[in-house]
């Protein structure tokens, strides 16, 4: 048997957000394999700077890195059950472990506060069951070596990553996909179809499946099987439509609200500080005004851009004002210390490379280099921030939900959001239309139709709801742990969910105003002016478009070859050329084929 991280025996509350690394295989040749499960975990040192742990015996090598918010020394992973049969590595936070902890007393003897305990006990405990009765994101491992078999498991949001590769008689899995690479024995492989989507409907890309060949993504809500017979997946969380409520608008709202009150309190739990992302946008301003109203003042961070108050959003797809004078509304009735973080022009060339570096996804849209930035920021104050993340996607706050011609069809919302993507010719004819089909399957596959006004609706709904959000908590995650920075999501709470789920769209979108019901749960805690602005999206520097189109030109010109594998890179670098400036799509689609570029140079990526 290998080290096994023992569960302390002090009584403290600690939770770590971590990276997750680990190789199966039954032939009892797991052993021979450490360095390689060593290389996948030390490849996500930026996700735990502040610990590391290794487990092994001939089926099964188990690693972590550790980001430890309380209570350091006593939450070293894998932890191992008292009689050695189950080794967890986990990565996330239940937020309900006090509870079950209490409910878990009479059949384990815990020798920690953590919820790590509580999840290796609960998965004792109850078997696979226990994913049922968490409250929180999640992503663990349980390696059973009594049975010689794993079950792995992910929240329902997909807040938490997990991805796995399975070849021949070997299963090896990560937190991030470009950690694999480390473990792969052959250069990697662009996935096709993966990286066309990504630069044809960049919004739902990176979901499905990794950019990389051979690798999968646990899916949100699922559940995986390792046996020595194979691997199985299955949902455990299986939405249906609820039953809608009969409470009135209301009492609904403060139903909404008293959920929401309690999923702020339960994100603000942690030894070391929690700030706040702050946009000065509805979402943001009501998790700081319930954090305020718990009795906490989190640090708040905001970004602005040099100038960005003379910015046109008006010309803008989805920035529609500016976060600045709201941000700073925000923060003085709230009485939250606030944070600028200015991203600095004269690096963004750098930025963009950085932001392709960590983005194993790719980089879906410009505004990831001031999320990058914003992260960095505050993680020099701050181990974890509270963000607005899932509030639009759960609530109905998309503008275009309003518009009877955008839901009534997949195409239609990638063409008010998208332009010509420039594929290299003879890549994928009507690449829009392609796309927009296989979206409407799958709404369809879920039990949605396109046939009225009302089932559009709906079915775009279920689309922003399980392949936007994901993007955008993928991204989340991914630019915050790339800093040691966790990103805590109160819209993802679980009960919150459920009293979102139970209003129907007339409600949400009550007087054609997006999130309505949502507005009606904030009035009273936030100032009237955030209540009701319209929602603007994470803001990007307005200033850079000459700086893309050069970085796009040099970066093309000296590494465009595995980018002219889907890309017209001859029709880019006229462009690039031209002097005419760059309108919003052109400029996404230079900043989209010089992130490619830079992830393939640096992954050494085949995408021919």
Same mark, same amino acid.
């Given at each position: ?353 950085? =932001? !392709? ?6 980089? $879906?849209?410009?505004?990831? #280099?001031?999320?990058?930035? +914003?992260?960095? @920021? /505050? ?119 459920? =009293? !979102? ?6 409600? $949400?979108?009550?007087?054609? #105003?997006?999130?309505?019901? +949502?507005?009606? @749960? /904030? ?86």
């Amino acid at each position: 048997m290998g080290h096994v991280a023992p569960a302390a025996a002090r009584p403290r509350r600690y939770r770590l957000m971590c990276g997750l690394a680990g190789l199966i295989r039954f032939d009892g040749g797991a052993r021979g394999q450490i360095a390689r499960v060593l290389a996948v975990r030390d490849r996500q040192r930026h996700r735990g700077p502040d610990g590391e742990g290794l487990w092994h015996d001939e089926h099964a090598v188990l690693g972590h890195t550790r980001l430890a918010l309380l209570d350091a020394p006593h939450g070293a992973q894998p932890m191992a059950s008292p009689d050695g049969r189950y080794v967890l590595v986990y990565n996330g936070e239940v937020y309900n472990h006090d509870a079950l902890r209490r409910e878990l007393a009479a059949h384990w003897s815990f020798r920690s506060s953590s919820d790590s305990e509580v999840v290796l006990a609960a998965y004792a405990t109850w078997g696979e069951a226990c994913v049922l009765r968490f409250n929180g994101m999640f992503a663990f491992l349980v390696w059973d070596t009594w049975q010689r078999r794993a079950f792995a498991a992910r929240d329902r949001l997909g807040i938490k990553p997990f991805v796995f590769m399975q070849d021949h008689d070997e299963f090896v899995f990560a937190s991030e996909a470009k950690a694999l690479l480390s473990a792969m024995r052959t250069r990697p492989r662009a996935h096709r179809e993966a990286v066309t989507e990504y630069l044809v409907a960049p919004f739902f890309s990176g979901v499905a499946r990794p950019m990389f060949d051979g690798m999968a993504y646990l899916a949100p809500g699922h559940v995986l099987h390792v046996a020595e017979d194979g691997i199985r997946t299955r949902p455990w969380c299986v939405e249906r439509d609820p039953p809608r409520t009969a409470a009135s608008w209301t009492d609904t709202a403060h139903t909404l609200r008293h959920h929401l009150d309690q999923a702020v309190r339960h994100t603000l739990i942690a030894d070391a500080p929690v700030g706040l992302f702050l946009s000065g946008g509805l979402d943001s301003t009501l998790i700081g005004a319930l954090a305020k109203q718990a009795g906490a003042t989190p640090q708040s961070f905001t970004l602005a851009f040099e100038g960005h108050a003379t910015y046109d959003y008006a010309a803008s797809l989805i920035v529609g004002s500016d976060d600045q004078p709201y941000a700073e509304l925000a923060s003085t009735q709230l009485g939250l210390p606030r944070m600028d973080v200015v991203p600095l022009r004269a690096t963004f060339a750098d930025s963009v490379r950085d =932001v !392709a570096t960590q983005n194993d996804a790719l980089p $879906a849209w410009e505004q990831e #280099v001031a999320q990058h930035h +914003l992260a960095r @920021a /505050a993680s020099r104050r701050v181990k974890a921030v509270m963000v607005g993340d899932a509030a639009d996607e759960t609530h109905f706050g998309y503008h275009f939900l309003l518009d009877p011609h955008a839901v009534a069809d997949p195409l239609h919302v990638l063409q008010r959001l998208t332009g010509d993507p420039y594929l290299r010719p003879g890549l994928l004819d009507a690449p829009l239309v392609h796309f927009a089909g296989l979206y409407r399957q799958l709404a369809v596959d879920a039990g949605h139709a396109w046939s009225t006004p009302g089932d559009g609706l709906r079915a775009t709904q279920w689309l922003v709801r399980h392949r936007w959000l994901q993007r955008l908590l993928h991204n989340g995650d991914i630019h915050g742990m790339a800093h040691g920075l966790e990103a805590r999501v109160p819209f993802g709470d679980t009960d919150l969910l459920e =009293v !979102a789920a139970s209003v129907s769209p007339d409600d $949400a979108l009550r007087h054609g #105003v997006e999130k309505a019901l +949502l507005r009606e @749960a /904030a009035r009273g805690l936030v100032p009237e002016a955030i209540r009701c602005r319209r929602k603007s999206a994470l803001p990007k520097d307005q200033g850079t478009g000459e700086a893309i189109r050069r970085h796009a030109r040099d970066t093309l010109a000296t590494h465009g070859e595995p980018v002219a594998a889907v890309m017209d890179v001859p029709r880019l670098l006229r462009r690039c050329e031209d002097a005419r400036p760059l309108d919003e799509h052109e400029r996404a689609v230079m900043f989209r084929a010089a992130s490619l570029s830079h992830w393939a140079t640096l992954h050494d990526v085949d995408i021919a």
